[in-house]
């Protein structure tokens, strides 16, 4: 395994568990969401650039597209959220309550 497989792999290994242990903040859970689809899109791009094929060189593009648009819904609710609620706590919203 080669330093920048290992990276990536530990970057989304690191977004993931920050994500499934550190949830008490909206803002802390994007930003693991963040972290993960940017080293999708490292890992995506790693590997077109081994292949080095025309056919897939559109998709880390693709991804990158969603994650930023991903980040900004996101901050979209957290904006939302904290107006109504008051804080970006998870605990504190009530996702069934209207």
Same mark, same amino acid.
């Given at each position: 395994?080669?330093?920048?497989?290992?990276?990536?792999?530990?970057?989304?290994?690191? *977004?993931?568990? *920050?994500?499934?242990?550190?949830?008490?903040?909206?803002?802390?859970?994007?930003?693991?969401?963040? *972290?993960?689809?940017?080293?999708?899109?490292?890992?995506?791009?790693?590997?077109?650039?081994?292949?080095?094929?025309?056919?897939?060189?559109?998709?880390?593009?693709?991804?990158?597209?969603?994650?930023?648009?991903?980040?900004?819904?996101?901050?979209?609710?957290?904006?939302?959220?904290?107006?109504?609620? *008051?804080?970006?706590?998870?605990?504190?919203?009530?996702?069934?309550?209207?």
């Amino acid at each position: 395994m080669t330093i920048t497989h290992f990276s990536f792999y530990a970057a989304f290994t690191l *977004g993931l568990t *920050g994500l499934a242990l550190h949830r008490a903040h909206l803002l802390s859970a994007l930003l693991c969401l963040e *972290g993960m689809m940017l080293s999708l899109f490292v890992g995506l791009s790693l590997w077109v650039t081994q292949l080095s094929s025309l056919a897939s060189s559109l998709m880390p593009m693709i991804v990158l597209t969603l994650s930023a648009c991903e980040a900004s819904t996101g901050l979209a609710l957290m904006v939302a959220a904290s107006r109504t609620h *008051g804080s970006d706590n998870l605990h504190n919203l009530n996702l069934l309550q209207c």
